[in-house]
């Protein structure tokens, strides 16, 4: 619903008397950690006077992205949302199709899905792991779908569906093993999510690199930042020149500036690409410490009753990106904002996770499979502080807050 211009007046002022505003006092949930070569490197970046896109620091960023994912081919992309609209692109998702995609996520994926004029489909989220359900996407092309030329068709409608959208969530990752045969079975492309998943394994490779194009974002919360920015890698050099080329304004020609089709102006800066580049040698210690604050958190979650943690599967090797809990059963959203409300009293950043994507309106007229999951996870589910660079004392003093908040629920 219209949120109208009187009611958004208020809501500004309202919010701007709010007695603690985030980030001033409390401690946040995911802020960048900038101490390591970051104003170095950006130093030289604008010591060498290539700022914009021309000259070696994309180039630079890219190659080392690349080589830390295993992958041989990175774009650098101005944030992750613009590289998912890409990768769609270049993936062949036309205005019409159908792609399939999680109910539960941030919005960014289903977004660039309308972009580019297609259809997001929603799939329900697994109970246990949070992740786009694997099973559903089985059942949805094994029961509503049928294979004509090796090209995957909706029954009812006849609408063509192309591709599979997977969002790794929170920095676990979904079941690869099962997604990836069922969609290449019925002749999809796979896009990958893994904005949130940089430094998340599966089978002890990148997430993000299994399917046919994966996108990352250096958002100012995501694990590593570039201020923003986003790199959309392939194994398929053609995917990724075609992704390079539509980010380039789609210049056939550089020199006479001939174009074919549309294009984007999608490119990273220099001086983001060298924060990134500073960002990305500190990925290690980042993980290391979100891994030594996500068990201090799980052992605490263990002696508060009824809390529970989101499931990892055993073949993945999670970032830790933000760790997030479900409250009690039977404890609904109106539960949850309170208990947010108490953490945030306690002098703590807390967050719910994301609107089932079937109920917004933005998302209308929608096609959902079988939506069973997703709504209670949204209402339970709370993240808390998670950066890397949270103090031994600032963990406590979070886990003597869930106490708190815990103890009145
Ligand atoms: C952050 C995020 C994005 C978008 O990345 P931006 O760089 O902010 O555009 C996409 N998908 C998911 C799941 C995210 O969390």
Same mark, same amino acid.
């Given at each position: 619903?219209?949120?109208?211009?009187?009611?958004?007046?208020?809501?500004?002022?309202?919010?701007?008397?709010?007695?603690?505003?985030?980030?001033?006092?409390?401690?946040?949930?995911?802020?960048?950690?900038?101490?390591?070569?970051?104003?170095?490197?950006?130093?030289?970046?604008?010591?060498?006077?290539?700022?914009?896109?021309?000259?070696?620091?994309?180039?630079?960023?890219?190659?080392?992205?690349?080589?830390?994912?295993?992958?041989?081919?990175?774009?650098?992309?101005?944030?992750?949302?613009?590289?998912?609209?890409?990768?769609?692109?270049?993936?062949?998702?036309?205005?019409?199709?159908?792609?399939?995609?999680?109910?539960?996520?941030?919005?960014?994926?289903?977004?660039?899905?309308?972009?580019?004029?297609?259809?997001?489909?929603?799939?329900?989220?697994?109970?246990?792991?949070?992740?786009?359900?694997?099973?559903?996407?089985?059942?949805?092309?094994?029961?509503?779908?049928?294979?004509?030329?090796?090209?995957?068709?909706?029954?009812?409608?006849?609408?063509?569906?192309?591709?599979?959208?997977?969002?790794?969530?929170?920095?676990?990752?979904?079941?690869?093993?099962?997604?990836?045969?069922?969609?290449?079975?019925?002749?999809?492309?796979?896009?990958?999510?893994?904005?949130?998943?940089?430094?998340?394994?599966?089978?002890?490779?990148?997430?993000?690199?299994?399917?046919?194009?994966?996108?990352?974002?250096?958002?100012?919360?995501?694990?590593?930042?570039?201020?923003?920015?986003?790199?959309?890698?392939?194994?398929?050099?053609?995917?990724?020149?075609?992704?390079?080329?539509?980010?380039?304004?789609?210049?056939?020609?550089?020199?006479?500036?001939?174009?074919? !089709? %549309?294009?984007?102006?999608?490119?990273?800066?220099?001086?983001?690409?060298? =924060?990134?580049? $500073? &960002?990305? #040698? +500190?990925?290690?210690?980042?993980?290391?410490?979100?891994?030594?604050?996500?068990?201090?958190?799980?052992?605490?979650?263990?002696?508060?009753?009824?809390?529970?943690?989101?499931?990892?599967?055993?073949?993945?090797?999670?970032?830790?990106?933000?760790?997030?809990?479900?409250?009690?059963?039977?404890?609904?959203?109106?539960?949850?904002?309170?208990?947010?409300?108490?953490?945030?009293?306690?002098?703590?950043?807390?967050?719910?996770?994301?609107?089932?994507?079937?109920s917004l309106p933005v998302n209308?007229?929608?096609?959902?499979?079988?939506?069973?999951?997703?709504? !209670? %996870?949204?209402?339970?589910?709370?993240?808390?502080?998670?950066?890397?660079? =949270?103090?031994? $004392? &600032?963990? #406590? +003093?979070?886990?003597?807050a869930l106490a708190a908040a815990?103890?009145?629920?």
């Amino acid at each position: 619903m219209a949120m109208g211009t009187g009611n958004l007046l208020k809501w500004i002022v309202a919010f701007r008397r709010m007695k603690s505003p985030p980030s001033a006092t409390l401690i946040p949930l995911h802020a960048p950690e900038l101490s390591g070569n970051e104003s170095r490197l950006v130093q030289e970046c604008l010591e060498s006077g290539w700022v914009s896109s021309a000259g070696p620091w994309l180039a630079r960023f890219e190659r080392a992205f690349a080589a830390r994912a295993g992958v041989p081919h990175a774009v650098a992309v101005v944030n992750g949302t613009s590289g998912l609209h890409l990768a769609l692109k270049a993936a062949g998702v036309e205005p019409g199709d159908g792609v399939l995609v999680p109910d539960l996520t941030f919005a960014a994926p289903v977004n660039a899905v309308h972009y580019c004029g297609a259809r997001p489909i929603f799939l329900d989220a697994d109970p246990q792991t949070w992740q786009m359900d694997a099973a559903a996407l089985e059942e949805f092309l094994a029961q509503e779908c049928e294979l004509r030329d090796g090209a995957c068709f909706e029954k009812k409608s006849g609408n063509r569906v192309r591709a599979a959208l997977p969002v790794h969530l929170l920095g676990s990752a979904c079941d690869m093993d099962r997604i990836l045969p069922a969609a290449r079975s019925s002749g999809l492309r796979v896009v990958e999510d893994a904005a949130e998943a940089v430094g998340t394994l599966y089978r002890g490779r990148q997430a993000g690199t299994l399917g046919d194009c994966g996108v990352f974002s250096f958002n100012g919360n995501k694990i590593i930042t570039a201020g923003g920015g986003g790199m959309v890698v392939s194994r398929d050099e053609m995917l990724a020149e075609r992704v390079r080329y539509l980010a380039n304004q789609a210049k056939d020609d550089p020199e006479e500036y001939f174009h074919r !089709e %549309l294009g984007y102006n999608y490119r990273l800066s220099s001086v983001q690409a060298a =924060l990134g580049l $500073a &960002q990305l #040698e +500190r990925l290690d210690a980042f993980l290391a410490r979100k891994r030594q604050v996500a068990a201090a958190y799980g052992e605490a979650l263990g002696r508060l009753a009824g809390l529970e943690a989101m499931r990892v599967a055993p073949e993945v090797s999670p970032n830790f990106w933000l760790y997030t809990f479900l409250l009690p059963r039977g404890v609904a959203a109106e539960g949850r904002r309170a208990f947010i409300g108490r953490l945030r009293e306690e002098g703590v950043e807390a967050r719910s996770l994301w609107h089932p994507m079937h109920s917004l309106p933005v998302n209308a007229p929608l096609r959902a499979f079988r939506i069973r999951h997703a709504p !209670e %996870l949204f209402a339970r589910a709370v993240s808390i502080p998670s950066g890397p660079g =949270l103090t031994d $004392a &600032q963990v #406590e +003093r979070v886990i003597a807050a869930l106490a708190a908040a815990h103890s009145r629920l």
